[in-house]
Antibody, heavy 122, light 110 residues
Framework: QITLKESGPALVKPTQTLTLTCTFSGFSLTTSGVGVGWIRQSPGKALEWLALLYWNDDKRYRPSLETRLTITKDTSKNQVVLIMTNMDPVDTGTYYC??????????????WGPGTLVTVSS | SYVLTQSPSVSVAPGKTAKITCGGNNIVRKSVHWYQQKPGQAPLLVIYDDSDRPSGIPERISGSNSGNTATLTISRVEAGDEADYYCQVWDSSSDQWEVIFGGGTKLTVL
């Protein structure tokens, strides 16, 4: 059974750096094809993909946020970390990590962690 | 980048069929995935690769993809189907590979 859980600060100040950790079980990031993604959702808004990390350390970022995002992994701890710099109140929302699945021509996410709410405010 | 367009809301009476659409340029050439999100919960995958159902998803939930529109169909709608539904694709058509989500459709069961 695959499970994921996000952790990190609930409140950050504008201009600060956010560090979120996704701790997972039931799979290994050393296995070919495996990946972990980060997706966020502002209150009342749609899902917004942020970043994706593959087993081979390949990384993909949302183009509009690429300069602010870093995704890394610690395979020994079964963790994936997302770092977002220069936080702004518009970055307030629930941040999810999810297990990446793939088929012949696509990538999807299943399952997802429960999410962690991050509020950006002074 | 690639854009997915969903109607903001769909309403349907219990027992009827709900169709939720996801529009995109030549979307038939992409694999479309669908998520259900109930209030206060994380998204749940309900359809992947256009029309495949994960284990545990009822057969009355189905998907199709043709032309410029992918469709999520929920037959014999129940009160428990009331949720937001999001479509998603993987876009590798530009130099920037990225995951794209639609804007979501709120399904209301009357």
């Amino acid at each position: 059974q695959i499970t994921l859980k996000e952790s990190g600060p609930a409140l950050v100040k504008p201009t600060q750096t956010l560090t979120l950790t996704c701790t997972f079980s039931g799979f290994s990031l050393t296995t070919s094809g495996v990946g972990v993604g980060w997706i966020r959702q502002s209150p009342g808004k749609a899902l917004e993909w942020l970043a994706l990390l593959y087993w081979n350390d390949d990384k993909r970022y949302r183009p509009s946020l690429e300069t602010r995002l870093t995704i890394t992994k610690d395979t020994s701890k079964n963790q994936v970390v997302l770092i977002m710099t220069n936080m702004d109140p518009v970055d307030t929302g629930t941040y999810y990590c999810a297990h990446r699945q793939a088929g012949s021509s696509g990538t999807w996410f299943d399952p997802w962690g429960p999410g962690t709410l991050v509020t950006v405010s002074s | 980048s690639y854009v997915l367009t969903q109607s903001p809301s769909v309403s349907v009476a219990p027992g009827k069929t709900a169709k939720i659409t996801c529009g995109g340029n030549n979307i038939v050439r992409k694999s479309v995935h669908w998520y259900q999100q109930k209030p206060g919960q994380a998204p749940l995958l309900v359809i992947y690769d256009d029309s495949d159902r994960p284990s545990g998803i009822p057969e009355r939930i189905s998907g199709s993809n043709s032309g410029n529109t992918a469709t999520l169909t929920i037959s014999r709608v129940e009160a428990g189907d009331e949720a937001d539904y999001y479509c998603q694709v993987w876009d590798s058509s530009s130099d920037q590979w990225e995951v794209i989500f639609g804007g979501g459709t709120k399904l209301t069961v009357l």
